[in-house]
T-cell receptor, first 109, second 112 residues
Framework: GQNIDQPTEMTATEGAIVQINCTYQ??????LFWYQQHAGEAPTFLSY??LDGLEEKGRFSSFLSRSKGYSYLLLKELQMKDSASYLC??????????WGAGTKLIIKP | IAGITQAPTSQILAAGRRMTLRCTQD?????MYWYRQDLGLGLRLIHY???????GKGEVPDGYSVSRANTDDFPLTLASAVPSQTSVYFC???????????FGEGSRLTVL
């Protein structure tokens, strides 16, 4: 079966760095996405990786290792507004997105 | 403002009633999707449409139907609602090649 695993909840301190991991087992691979979802709101796109390596976008970076079925989202200089759920999703061989349950990130002052 | 509009935002419905959730996009995206989101679970695909005039079943299609008469509209119908359909429903669209999804604000449905 297809499976996306990510931690349920993480806590970090304002100004610090946090890494949210995602492991996957899917039928084929056509890219991995990270989305941010604030409570009560819709998910919004953060990043896309299809090749191995690190993609950097401001305070957020995303890493992919296809051989290990592994990705992480790195958030630097954490701000209170970064408190949200972070969703990992993999596009499979049918070009359908398989979603993880999300990681709820709590930022403390 | 361009984007996706869903209606209603929230609805309480008696079991057995018929309900249609509306979704309209003005980005001229080819692909549209309906997801449900339940606590502790990932987004689950109900139905999708790769282009106007075509639809397909997702992971959890039972009890739901969709139509895609034109590019902009993609309504989701619950023919006879049951309590297990209590959820938050998100409509989304994308240009198929990029895969980035744009989501509506969601419709919170409670079936009693």
């Amino acid at each position: 079966g297809q499976n996306i695993d990510q931690p349920t909840e993480m806590t970090a301190t304002e100004g610090a760095i946090v890494q949210i991991n995602c492991t996957y087992q899917t039928s084929g691979f056509n890219g991995l996405f990270w989305y941010q979802q604030h409570a009560g709101e819709a998910p919004t796109f953060l990043s896309y990786n299809v090749l191995d390596g690190l993609e950097e976008k401001g305070r957020f970076s995303s890493f992919l290792s296809r051989s290990k079925g592994y990705s992480y989202l790195l958030l630097k200089e954490l701000q209170m507004k970064d408190s949200a759920s972070y969703l990992c999703a993999v596009r499979d061989s049918n070009y359908q997105l398989i979603w993880g349950a999300g990681t709820k990130l709590i930022i403390k002052p | 403002i361009a984007g996706i509009t869903q209606a209603p935002t929230s609805q309480i419905l008696a079991a057995g009633r018929r309900m249609t959730l509306r979704c309209t996009q003005d980005m001229r995206h080819n692909a549209m999707y309906w997801y449900r989101q339940d606590l502790g679970l990932g987004l689950r695909l109900i139905h999708y449409s790769n282009t106007a005039g075509t639809t397909g079943k997702g992971e959890v299609p039972d009890g739901y139907s969709v139509s895609r008469a034109n590019t902009d509209d993609f309504p989701l119908t619950l023919a006879s609602a049951v309590p297990s359909q209590t959820s938050v429903y998100f409509c989304a669209s994308s240009e198929r090649n990029t895969g980035e999804l744009f989501f509506g604000e969601g419709s919170r449905l409670t079936v009693l």
